[in-house]
Structures are given as C-alpha cells and as structure tokens.
C-alpha cells in the first residue's frame, strides 16, 4: 500500500473510531449523567448530525484506499487485508442501518417532541454503535496481529 493510501485509510479509520470512542466514553454517559428529556436526546441528535457527515467521509477514504490497496495487490493481499475489508463492508452496513432506521426514527420523534421514543431510538442507536465500535476494533487487531 502507497504511502498515501495507508494515510487516506489510517485517517478514515482513526476519524471514525475515535468519533465513536469519543461518544461512547465521554458524549453520551456525561448527557445521560447531566440531562433529562428533552435536552438529552436534543444534545445527542445535535452531536449526532455533526459526527456522522464525518463518518461518511471516513467511509469514502477507506473505501477508496482500501479498494485501491486490495486492486493493487491482486491475489497476493494478505489475508488480514481482506478480513479488514469484509468487516468494513459490515461496518458500512451497521452505519447505513443507523442512519436510516433509528437515528430517523430519533429524529422523527424528536420533531414530535416524544422524548420517550427518541430515547429508546436512540438506545438502539447506542448498541449498534457499540457493534460497530467491536467490529473496527476487530478489524484493527486482525490486520495488525493476523
């Protein structure tokens, strides 16, 4: 992989997993610790709405690069670089899902002022990101020590 590609993915991955470690450590235990409905789920979706065009751009630069690395090498890629690619693709999946099914369904209640149900929205929205936050650690520790 070109010195480039490598920098193109490693700033995908790093934007996209810090953002999640981020808001799974820090973002989302101090609004459930600090606020009540309806600040809560407004802070989260305002949080939320900014991160996630920066995982779309994640998405583009890993893609990119890493679709450009896996052409390069052909069938001599290394397993780990194939794993990594098959978990992103998940990854890719599980993101597009949040998107589209609970953080709208969030986003939906939110308009409606039913904190209730943007709250249990956006507790799906919490375990999927956890999914995806296991899986792009997988994928770190399977390329790096597969």
């Known amino acids: 992989m070109t010195r480039w590609l490598l920098l193109a993915h490693m700033v995908g991955a790093i934007v996209w997993l810090g953002g999640m470690s981020v808001m799974l450590a820090a973002v989302r235990p101090a609004a459930l610790a600090e606020l009540e409905p309806p600040s809560r ?3 989260l979706l305002a949080v939320l709405s900014r991160f996630f065009p ?3 751009l994640s998405i583009a630069l890993l893609l990119g690069s890493g679709g450009a690395a896996l052409g390069a090498a052909g069938a001599a890629a290394p ?3 194939v794993a990594m690619g098959g978990i992103g693709l998940v990854m890719i ?3 597009a899902f949040i998107q589209f099914g609970p953080l709208a369904r969030a986003r ?10 943007a709250g249990a929205a956006l507790q799906h929205v919490h375990r999927l990101v ?8 997988l994928a770190v ?6």
Not at 109 to 114: E, G, L, T, Y
Not at 130 to 137: E, R, S, T, V, Y
Request: hydrophobic share 65%; no cysteine; proline share 3%.
């Open 108 to 117: 939906r209640a939110a308009r409606r002022a039913d904190w209730a149900t």
């Open 41 to 43: 789920p407004r802070l």
């Open 130 to 137: 956890q999914l995806n936050f296991a899986l792009g650690w």
């Open 54 to 56: 920066l995982v779309w």
């Open 141 to 146: 520790v399977w390329v790096v020590l597969g």
């Open 93 to 95: 999946a599980v993101f």
């Open 79 to 81: 397993t780990g670089w």
